[in-house]
DNA sequence: ATCCGGCCTG
DNA sequence: CAGGCGGGAT
């Protein structure tokens, strides 16, 4: 029995509950069926296939970077950052020994800035009780901060080609577009079935890397199918949001160390005057303040804020 | 405006 | 389960 058995097990008690709205649409699909979509993804993706720098590594900890660089980051700018930071830190130790003010540092511009003092931290974790390895294994990697579900099969997949259930958004587009055309919400626990039963039980990675660029070239010639999932959800608007402000705090801490909290708060109403915007409450800018520090970017000390 | 090879917390 | 979290490319 393989990794995946308990998913196709799953997938077999499923078919015999009929009392599920969407047993009839996909759960229903025949061994065959799932032979043959596994073969067009696989012709389909070989020849969209891109040739992305973090695929032509195993190196668990490349590919822990690149997998968590493109959380909610596009491919395109990951191009531009994975190997610079690659070459900053280029193993979990180096990473471990830096400063938390590095990475955020080095982060700059990736956006979604907490996924550095994660990846810090992880680090220290995997430096101090893993030798300065990434631990093996879907669960043990899903422990460390910043690694879901997706992230941890990204890097079990992608390193070690074992099989395992990897979903993000274009593994939802494939998956969504080829068993659930005319659902309106998916979720994730009807999706799992069959991307355990599609995972091969050999070159697992390769079968991923179609999957992603069959995903990537869908959304190009469909409507995102991902937008039916039921874990999708759109983002508020970033101009003149409290993410914007917070972001901009960090920066500016981050640029120059010790401001005072009247500092910081001048400069941001210059900010936000000169962009258009109210002043900013001395009540919010309290709140981002104590947020960043409380997530662990910096603290208050010697009547100054700095990382 | 849309959306990105999600994760964490309440 | 909902909401917060970046910032650039198209």
Same mark, same amino acid.
């Given at each position: 029995?393989?990794?995946?058995?308990?998913?196709?097990?799953? %997938?077999?008690?499923?078919?015999?509950?009929?009392?599920?709205?969407?047993?009839?649409?996909?759960?229903? %699909?025949?061994?065959?069926?799932?032979?043959?979509?596994?073969?067009?993804?696989?012709?389909?993706?070989?020849?969209?296939?891109?040739?992305? *720098?973090?695929?032509?590594?195993?190196?668990?900890?490349?590919?822990?970077?690149?997998?968590?660089?493109?959380?909610?980051?596009?491919?395109?700018? %990951?191009?531009?950052?994975?190997?610079?930071?690659?070459?900053?830190?280029? +193993?979990?130790?180096?990473?471990?020994?830096?400063?938390?003010?590095?990475?955020?540092?080095?982060?700059?511009?990736?956006?979604?800035?907490?996924?550095?003092?994660?990846? &810090?931290?992880?680090?220290?974790?995997?430096?101090?009780?893993?030798?300065?390895?990434? *631990?093996?294994?879907?669960?043990?990697?899903?422990?460390?901060?910043?690694?879901?579900?997706?992230?941890?099969?990204?890097?079990?997949?992608? +390193?070690?080609?074992? *099989? =395992?259930?990897?979903?993000?958004?274009?593994?939802?587009?494939?998956?969504?577009?080829?068993?659930?055309?005319?659902?309106?919400?998916?979720?994730? &626990?009807?999706?799992?079935?069959?991307?355990?039963?599609? =995972?091969?039980?050999?070159?697992?990675?390769?079968?991923?890397?179609?999957?992603?660029?069959?995903?990537?070239?869908? &959304? &190009?010639?469909?409507?995102? *199918?991902?937008?039916?999932?039921?874990?999708?959800?759109?983002q508020s608007a970033f101009e003149g949001s409290r993410r914007q402000k917070r972001a901009w705090v960090l920066r500016e801490v981050m640029a120059r160390p010790g401001l005072s909290t009247a500092e910081i708060h001048r400069s941001l109403n210059a900010a936000e005057l000169a962009a258009g915007r109210d002043r900013v409450s001395g009540e919010e800018l309290d709140s981002i303040l104590a947020a960043l520090s409380k997530e662990g970017f910096f603290s208050f000390a010697d009547g100054g804020w700095r990382a």
């Amino acid at each position: 029995m393989g990794p995946l058995a308990s998913a196709r097990s799953e %997938v077999a008690a499923g078919s015999e509950n009929g009392s599920q709205p969407r047993e009839t649409e996909a759960a229903g %699909v025949s061994d065959e069926a799932i032979a043959a979509f596994v073969g067009r993804v696989r012709e389909e993706g070989a020849r969209l296939y891109r040739d992305l *720098p973090w695929r032509n590594t195993r190196d668990p900890y490349a590919i822990w970077i690149s997998e968590v660089m493109l959380q909610q980051t596009q491919v395109a700018r %990951v191009l531009t950052r994975w190997e610079r930071f690659m070459k900053r830190f280029p +193993s979990v130790d180096a990473l471990s020994a830096a400063a938390v003010a590095d990475v955020v540092d080095e982060w700059q511009g990736m956006g979604y800035n907490r996924r550095a003092l994660a990846l &810090k931290r992880a680090a220290d974790i995997c430096s101090a009780e893993y030798g300065g390895a990434l *631990p093996t294994g879907v669960e043990a990697l899903r422990a460390l901060p910043g690694i879901g579900d997706a992230t941890a099969a990204g890097i079990t997949a992608f +390193s070690a080609d074992v *099989p =395992c259930v990897y979903i993000e958004t274009n593994v939802r587009a494939v998956f969504i577009h080829e068993f659930f055309p005319e659902a309106e919400r998916v979720t994730d &626990k009807e999706l799992r079935p069959l991307v355990g039963r599609a =995972c091969p039980d050999e070159d697992v990675r390769g079968w991923y890397y179609a999957l992603l660029d069959v995903g990537a070239h869908l &959304k &190009k010639t469909h409507a995102n *199918p991902s937008r039916k999932a039921a874990v999708y959800t759109r983002q508020s608007a970033f101009e003149g949001s409290r993410r914007q402000k917070r972001a901009w705090v960090l920066r500016e801490v981050m640029a120059r160390p010790g401001l005072s909290t009247a500092e910081i708060h001048r400069s941001l109403n210059a900010a936000e005057l000169a962009a258009g915007r109210d002043r900013v409450s001395g009540e919010e800018l309290d709140s981002i303040l104590a947020a960043l520090s409380k997530e662990g970017f910096f603290s208050f000390a010697d009547g100054g804020w700095r990382a």
